[in-house]
């Protein structure tokens, strides 16, 4: 079993020297997908819930191929917040919102499988954000 994760924290301690990391900025998005790609059965992932719409979807669209090509890996959605901000006057998506939201939600969806698990923003957190 190999840990990763497409979390990184640049200050020390950082992550456990177990977990390789899968530095977007550092791999560039193909070495990042070329590394998920070879994960097998028993690996275990951590992705990026909380990012920004760049890097949202990059993630996303990692969770959703480890569904669908990569089954038997396990997958942890840290801040699984993937969706538009809670106010739609706050959503650079203005009228579009309610689509956004539903275009969102189906995605994390897609995302579903035996092996994945999605970590959450607690009451207090929610509040702060």
Do not use: Q
């Not at 275009?103 to 035996?114: K, M, Q």
């Not at 009451?123 to 954000?129: K, L, Q, W, Y």
């Amino acid at each position: 079993m190999a840990l990763y994760s497409t979390i990184w924290c640049d200050e020390k301690p950082g992550l456990h020297p177990d977990v390789t990391v899968l530095h977007r900025e550092r791999d560039g998005r193909r070495g990042v997908f070329r590394a998920v790609r070879g994960l097998k059965a028993g690996d275990a992932i951590l992705l990026n819930g909380a990012l920004g719409a760049r890097d949202l979807w990059f993630d996303m669209l990692l969770a959703i191929y480890l569904r669908v090509a990569k089954r038997a890996v396990g997958v942890l959605i840290s801040d699984a917040t993937w969706h538009p901000r809670a106010v739609p006057l706050n959503s650079r998506a203005k009228l579009a919102f309610p689509l956004y939201a539903w275009l969102l939600r189906a995605l994390l969806r897609l995302s579903r499988g035996p092996h994945t698990h999605y970590g959450f923003l607690s009451t207090a957190e929610a509040d702060i954000v």
